[in-house]
């Protein structure tokens, strides 16, 4: 067996224990005889997995009391449309910062279901506008951002501050990177295959009284944040083995010492990458300093054929799936949680020996 560092923005990598762990359960978990994937979601067996799951992402998350944990499907896409459709009064309207790609699919979706303002696009996904450039609007039903870019590489250094209007942030690949405060947002949403586990699951962390809103009439049952959490994300099969394998991510971050660990030991790796890229002569970072994402890093040479070199030459050595997004070009490594510091070292050491000839 060999392992890759894999440097994919996700589906990503995950931690070797885990993925050990899995293999040594996946014939007889815990003496049923069965692996989790074949348990029905029904069986006092897999219900005791989910909420054991449930609680720990409440603890190592710090999620309050009155927040629902939901774990669904459809990925952070089908988020897009569900936010709006639930959150927006009838008649309503929201806000949506445009940082990124993703951010604008977002604001994207959610035209259809009311009057929507930008509240920020400079078009230049290089930095993140502070909170003074923001236009917000009071009477919004909520302010809509993506907190990690992780097409562009940027990440807000900030939770952006709206007063009573609720705060609804697609976190898909950052959660779990460092402790974030829960209860400055109405809702936070992520799917799964960045920074918990594989893909197939959509975690939403929801304010309770955000389920007190009116959803849209015609929306499915399954889209319905109100009617999920009163079933408690089991209305129909949940993705049923993804909830297990983010249990085991979790019981590995707290193995490590919590999200405040999980912090350090990435800005470790971040800043050992930035710090190849600006030394060299060769790439450079388009992302900003002070906007620099810890979990995306893009950067480039600014010739294709350079990077394509790079790229190539990366693999042979091990260290895959480097290509940039086609929107950003150039190289983007992803290094989540998971990625251990070697798989940086041993990138950072081939930044700094590649021969552009
Ligand atoms: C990957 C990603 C998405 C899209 O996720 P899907 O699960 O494929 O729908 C959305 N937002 C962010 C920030 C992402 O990183």
């Known amino acids: 067996m060999s392992r890759v560092y894999n440097f994919s923005a996700g589906p990503a990598i995950l931690p070797q224990a885990v993925l050990e762990r899995a293999a040594k359960e996946m014939l007889d978990w815990n003496n049923t005889g069965m692996s989790v994937m074949e348990m029905s979601h029904r069986s006092k067996t897999y219900i005791a997995i989910c909420q054991g799951v449930e609680q720990k992402l409440r603890e190592v998350m710090g999620v309050p009391e009155d927040y629902k944990v939901l774990f669904l499907q459809g990925g952070a896409t089908l988020q897009f449309s569900a936010v709006p459709m639930n959150l927006i009064a009838p008649g309503g309207k929201a806000d949506y910062a445009v940082t990124g790609n993703f951010s604008k699919a977002a604001l994207k ?6 009057e929507i303002s930008t509240a920020v696009d400079t078009g230049d996904y290089s ?4 909170q003074n450039q923001l236009k917000l609007d009071p009477e919004a039903s909520y302010f809509h ?4 870019n992780t097409v562009y590489g940027t990440v807000w250094p900030y939770i952006p501050q709206t007063g009573a209007v609720p705060v609804v942030s697609d976190m898909s690949s950052c959660i779990l990177s460092e402790p ?7 809702l936070i949403y992520a799917g799964a295959q960045k920074n918990m586990g594989p893909a197939g699951l959509t975690v939403v962390i929801i304010k309770d009284d955000l389920l007190e809103r009116q959803p849209l009439a015609a929306m499915p049952a399954l889209l319905s944040y109100r009617e999920q959490a009163k079933a408690e994300s089991m209305m129909n099969t949940p993705p049923a083995y993804g909830i297990y394998i983010l249990g085991l991510v979790l019981d ?16 470790k790796k971040a800043a050992l990458l930035y710090k190849a890229i600006d030394e060299s002569e060769t790439f450079s970072c388009p992302a900003e300093a002070g906007s620099r994402s810890m979990m995306n890093i893009v950067f480039k040479s600014g010739s294709e054929e350079t990077d394509s070199k790079f790229i190539k030459e990366a693999a042979v050595k091990g260290l895959v799936t480097l290509k940039g997004h086609r929107a950003a070009g150039g190289m983007r490594a992803s290094i989540y949680n998971a990625m251990p510091i070697e798989g940086v070292e041993k990138l950072v050491e081939f930044i700094r020996t590649f021969n552009t000839k």
């Open 127 to 130: 930095v993140i506008e502070p």
């Open 252 to 267: 590995w971050i707290e193995g490590l010492g919590g999200l405040k660990a999980m912090r350090q030991l990435n800005k």
């Open 109 to 114: 979706a959610a035209l259809r279901y009311g």
């Open 180 to 186: 974030i405060d829960v209860s400055k947002f109405g």
């Open 145 to 148: 951002y993506c907190h990690n």
